[in-house]
């Protein structure tokens, strides 16, 4: 008796800190909405306002009227539905060199691809963008899209290759005797055994090109091309006393639409690629 209340006890604690913790990784969600539907007046009191005494939606009104926003829309789409495309396919062609073929060299390249997790991001802007300039590229979505054609992300690279190493090797030698090639087995064979991965890794794609700013903002320079991102943070502007909190809300409100979606489609998926990582690891 005295165990079973133990269990209990011990189960209550858990849902109340998942609780606590849902509630906190919620909070910025429950804030946004509700600045997004107060009025410019009750967004710049000095007082904490949770709940709007009266929900507006002129700010939703202001943002889907701008045409600055439409496009900035549009070109998030284009830039995210091609960078991803061409990453998630180059990133699973190298994880399949990683992990089907062998070749001299494997381990140590793939030692060094991993190494280079550890040069931060913000250490490339420069010679990435005379590079890029250099190329003429600059004022176009090339910077953002291209690179990604070449497998950039080495950590999304080593978890498909972890993915596709647990696959028997047996299927591969099957299909070479039955005269199947490298891109064969890995068109037909391996991507349909790690569709859950593949998801996992497109999601997490996805959300980064969608909330990229600072690709978008040193690269394209040009408010034509701007995406959702670089619209909103222009929304704020430092020399203005009062800001307009409502609209800024309102816009990345819809901007996070798309992620809500993407993530409602995607978490069966992820959840499966953890599942099946945890019993095959």
């Not at 107060?38 to 709007?52: D, G, R, V, Y």
């Not at 931060?120 to 300039?133: M, T």
């Not at 070449?150 to 999304?156: H, L, Q, T």
């Amino acid at each position: 008796m005295s165990r079973m209340v133990g269990q209990i006890a011990v189960k209550a604690v858990l849902y109340v800190l998942m609780t606590a913790a849902s509630i906190v990784m919620a909070f910025p969600l429950f804030w946004m909405i509700s600045t997004s539907l107060k009025s410019l007046q009750e967004a710049n009191a000095p007082k904490i306002i949770w709940i709007p005494t009266q929900l507006l939606l002129d700010a939703y009104r202001q943002v889907l009227a701008d045409p600055r926003f439409l496009r900035s829309y549009l070109n998030s789409t284009f830039y995210a539905a091609l960078a991803l495309a061409g990453t998630l396919l180059s990133i699973a062609a190298v994880a399949y060199a990683f992990s089907r073929i062998r070749w001299p060299g494997r381990n140590l390249v793939f030692f060094l691809m991993l190494s280079t997790m550890m040069i931060p991001a913000q250490a490339l802007i420069v010679p990435q963008y005379v590079f890029f300039h250099r190329l003429g590229w600059i004022g176009s979505f090339n910077p953002l899209i291209v690179p990604g054609y070449f497998a950039g992300g080495a950590a999304m690279i080593f978890l498909l290759r972890q993915a596709m190493a647990q696959i028997p090797i047996e299927m591969d030698e099957s299909a070479f005797v039955d005269g199947a090639s490298h891109l064969q087995i890995w068109w037909y064979l391996v991507l349909p055994s790690v569709k859950a991965p593949l998801a996992t890794v497109a999601t997490f794609l996805f959300v980064g090109f969608w909330n990229n700013l600072l690709g978008p903002l040193i690269y394209t320079q040009s408010s034509d091309l701007y995406t959702l991102p670089v619209f909103v943070a222009q929304l704020y502007n430092i020399n203005n006393p009062t800001q307009p909190w409502p609209t800024i809300m309102a816009a990345a409100v819809l901007t996070t639409v798309p992620l809500v979606i993407v993530f409602f489609f995607a978490q069966r998926f992820i959840l499966e690629s953890v599942v099946i990582t945890g019993l095959k690891g």
